[in-house]
């Protein structure tokens, strides 16, 4: 099946830095990339959907501003943690959806654990 | 609101036990609805969907899950598992049409012990 491809899988930071999480298709080309979050014993929550040569569009609650979205090629999305603080701490996921946004199968990324200090 | 709920948290079985796990949504309208996994240390992949059609839906690996709308339920089902069954599954829900927005269960942690 297709692949997603998610880096770092796991990082650790001091509170006040930015964080970037890289998002690749490696065998698709994907104009649309979902980021999910997900916290300790919760569902996956949808955070934002990135496009590409467009700006992301953000679900409701999620700051824009501290979270960046750049979807810089068909392949290729980043999600940037911004002056992260300990309770940005948490389970990032993407996906691409290989055949059209809204009905092509999803494919996720093995998702990354960011621990902020 | 919309939402997907699944009953059991943590199941743990004998390999060659049935399976049955719950999964209920409430959403307005036609429904898609998912059935993902997560063996150990991989991503999350696709088990089964349902669109429309046959109420039944077999997937990979055996799995199968019936979609019974009069109780707003999805239940994956395996009628003999194995200890590769080991897993965090994932009922999901969608609007049709629009995959994009998922709404997650909470998964169900599965541990098929030999």
């Known amino acids: 099946g297709a692949v997603v491809s998610q880096h770092p899988s796991r990082v650790i930071c001091k509170s006040g830095t930015s964080v970037k999480i890289e998002c690749r298709s490696l065998?698709?080309?994907?104009?649309?990339m979902f980021w999910y979050r997900q916290f300790p014993k919760q569902s996956l929550m949808l955070m934002a959907t990135s496009n590409e040569g467009s700006k992301a569009t953000y679900e409701q609650g999620v700051e824009k501003d501290k979270f960046l979205i750049n979807h810089a090629s068909l392949t290729l999305s980043t999600l940037t943690v911004t002056s992260a603080h300990p309770e940005d701490s948490s389970f990032y996921i993407c996906?691409?959806?290989?055949?059209?946004?809204?009905?092509?199968?999803?494919?996720f990324g093995e998702g990354s654990r960011l621990t902020v200090l | 609101a919309q939402s997907v709920s699944q009953h059991n948290h943590h199941v743990i079985l004998s390999e060659a036990a049935s399976l049955e796990l719950g999964c209920n949504y409430s959403?307005?309208?036609?429904?898609?609805l998912f059935w993902y996994v997560q063996y150990p240390g991989q991503h999350l992949q696709l088990l089964l969907k349902y669109f429309s059609g046959d109420p039944l839906v077999k997937g990979i690996k055996g799995f199968e899950a019936e979609f019974i709308k009069s109780k707003f339920s999805f239940n994956l089902r395996k009628p003999s598992v194995q200890w590769s069954d080991t897993a965090e599954y994932f009922c999901?829900?969608?609007?049709?049409?629009?995959?994009?927005?998922?709404?997650w269960g909470l998964g169900t942690s599965l541990a098929v012990n030999p």
């Open positions: 065998d698709f080309q994907a104009t649309t």
């Open positions: 996906s691409a959806p290989k055949g059209g946004s809204d009905t092509g199968e999803l494919f």
């Open positions: 999901a829900a969608s609007n049709a049409g629009n995959n994009r927005k998922l709404i």
């Open positions: 959403y307005g309208g036609t429904v898609n």
